[in-house]
């Protein structure tokens, strides 16, 4: 094996195909497939659309990951799959193509987790991350905030969701403003003509758990101020709605993010996710770090989302230091803890 790693990384937990190619930290390639438009008509992603639609990318998206990096799977040094948490039958296809390629040429296989995938990613933009950090996670499935002292290995669990991740709030708020699916594209673009302070949207706490986080009464608090126009038959002005809601969420995400890191004496902030592509979260973000001293470490958007790369940037790190293999055996667990 070359000093520096060649791993391959499969991600399928939700609606994105993701196969990375990375060596050592330097991305070779980045291929996806989403099924995004197939789940556009349900207003959500549909479990069983998203299975199917991994069945079909998975081969073609190998080839594009291959094809890009210059490479074939005999100049693979080992392979990386998220084993969880996500969805349980996508997550399913994802593994058990993992283990095919593996075993096919003989190359050691890596059960990886999703959320520590999110937080390595950033390493192949800005280098290797500091220890400890605290990372802010925010995507459809999840918003949570995390001690890092290793990424590929201890990462502690400080808050999470406790009901709608703020990706989820994001899609039910643009069906309520009748915007398409995924919600958080389309309110970003309609804030941007919006007062973020014309509606005093409520910012939820969670009771004993300062760096949780619920989206839920935020949700329903924009749906019953929409509905009260609509009764009244006066226009619902969208642009205001979606930049108040939208200062909401980042106020909440950000505030409890930069409170981490105080409280634990880390002076980085990293980051990712769906929703870390959302250019109120990441001003926000930056304007806070910066008047705490802190240094704010956000990979690009199009590493934010679910993707390959992010998968193979955490095997690489297993591998360098000489990490065991996952026993074949292993299973996809959508529920899969931090440890």
């Known amino acids: 094996m070359t000093a520096l790693p060649t791993v391959l990384g499969i991600e399928t937990s939700c609606d994105e195909t993701g196969v990375g190619i990375v060596r050592g930290s330097e991305l070779l390639a980045d291929a996806l497939a989403s099924s995004v438009d197939e789940h556009a008509r349900f207003g959500g992603v549909v479990p ?70 999110h937080v390595a990613v950033d390493r192949l933009v800005h280098g290797d991350l500091p220890q400890p950090c605290v990372a802010l996670l ?9 001690l890092v002292q290793d990424v590929a290995g201890e990462l502690t669990s400080l808050g999470a969701t406790v ?21 958080g594209p389309y309110i970003d673009k309609a804030a941007a003509e919006g ?60 505030a409890r993010a930069v409170a981490a890191c105080r409280e634990h004496g880390v002076g980085t902030l990293v980051v990712g996710g769906g929703v870390a592509a959302n250019s109120r979260l ?36 297993l591998v360098e230091r000489g990490a065991e293999p996952s026993a074949l055996d292993f299973a996809a667990d959508s529920s899969m803890a931090l440890t």
């Open 48 to 117: 069983e659309v998203a299975s199917r639609a991994h069945l079909e990318a998975m081969v073609p998206t190998m080839h594009r990951a291959l094809d890009a990096a210059g490479l074939t799977l005999d100049d693979i040094d080992a392979i990386a799959v998220t084993a969880g948490p996500g969805l349980a039958g996508a997550l399913l296809v994802g593994v058990a193509a993992a283990k095919a390629y593996a075993v096919s040429v003989g190359k050691p296989l890596y059960g990886v987790n999703h959320l520590s995938a």
């Open 138 to 146: 925010v995507s459809g499935g999840h918003s949570s905030l995390l």
């Open 163 to 183: 009901d709608d991740a703020a990706g989820e709030a994001f899609d039910k708020v643009a069906r309520v403003l009748g915007l398409p699916f995924p919600g």
């Open 195 to 254: 007062d973020p302070s014309a509606i005093d949207f409520p910012r939820g706490v969670v009771r004993d758990a300062p760096y949780s986080f619920t989206f839920s009464g935020l949700k329903t608090a924009v749906a019953r101020w929409v509905e009260a126009r609509e009764r009244a038959g006066e226009p619902v002005p969208i642009a205001d709605v979606a930049a108040s809601f939208q200062e909401a969420v980042a106020d909440v995400l950000t």
């Open 282 to 317: 990441r001003a926000l973000a930056e304007q806070r770090c910066d008047a705490a001293g802190l240094t704010l470490r956000t990979p690009p958007p199009k590493l934010c989302t679910d993707n390959g790369a992010m998968v193979a940037a955490l095997g690489s790190l």
